[in-house]
Nanobody
Framework: QVQLVESGGGLVQPGGSLRLACVAS????????IGWFRQAPGKERAGVSC???????WASESVRGRFTISRDAANNVLYLQMDNLKPEDTGIYYC????????????????WGQGTQVTVSS
């Protein structure tokens, strides 16, 4: 069973950048589909960007071209590089993992971190 811990959130001005990290322990991420989800204020949690167990990537239309997901297999860490941040990117960002073949469909992700807050505001 994998445990996930996120870090890297904070307050940033519009147009700025942040890099989120998700450190996994208890199991190698190679066996999982993994990804980032966001819960914006007053909204349901939704997928932002994910990597399948065979390396395919997906990103939501709202972040495509601005956010980049990557995995450091050697150190068992998942990253989300977020550039050109906008106020609508504000929310709690969660790292999640699943053994199911489910690209960024929240209900199929069984393992979750505690979340890290990202606030984009001037």
């Amino acid at each position: 069973q994998v445990q996930l811990v996120e870090s890297g959130g904070g307050l940033v001005q519009p147009g700025g950048s942040l890099r989120l990290a998700c450190v996994a322990s208890g199991s190698t991420l190679d066996y999982y589909a993994i990804g980032w989800f966001r819960q914006a204020p007053g909204k349901e949690r939704a997928g932002v960007s994910c990597i399948s167990s065979d390396g395919n990537r997906w990103a939501s239309e709202s972040v495509r071209g601005r956010f980049t997901i990557s995995r450091d297999a050697a150190n068992n860490v998942l990253y989300l590089q977020m550039d050109n941040l906008k106020p609508e990117d504000t929310g709690i960002y969660y790292c999640a993992a699943t053994t199911a073949k489910a690209m960024c469909i929240e209900k199929y992700y069984a393992y979750w971190g505690q979340g890290t807050q990202v606030t984009v505001s001037s």
